[in-house]
Nanobody, 120 residues
């Protein structure tokens, strides 16, 4: 089992910044993929940013140049630095880590979700 704990959300004015963090806890796991997703009421969860297995990053067009995803392998954490926030960035953000845990098949593990609210 892999437990993910997210932190760093909250309320910020448009133009401000927030940094989301996701820490993975467990035994004998190997991470292959990390990503941040977001969801608003009535809409499907969408990919915001990801680090692919080869190390390349990918961002949804609406956040390019404003958000940066990073990963700390030693601490088993993934962060999302969000700058120049806009009201349309308001959502619940979820961390996704794809990992092999204790020899089990590769699975996606999700954080509990953290709210980000950007006021205009």
């Amino acid at each position: 089992q892999l437990q993910l704990v997210e932190s760093g959300g909250g309320l910020v004015q448009a133009g401000g910044s927030l940094r989301l963090s996701c820490a993975a806890f467990g035994r004998a796991f190997h991470i292959y993929y990390v990503g941040w997703y977001r969801q608003t009421p009535g809409k499907e969860r969408e990919l915001v940013a990801e680090i692919r297995p080869g190390g390349g990053t990918n961002y949804v067009d609406s956040v390019k140049g404003r958000f940066t995803i990073s990963r700390d392998n030693a601490k088993n954490t993934v962060a999302l630095q969000m700058n120049t926030l806009k009201p349309e960035d308001t959502a619940v953000y979820y961390c996704d880590i794809r990992a092999i845990v204790a020899g089990r098949p590769l699975l996606d593990y999700w954080g509990q979700g953290i709210e980000v609210t950007v006021s205009s």
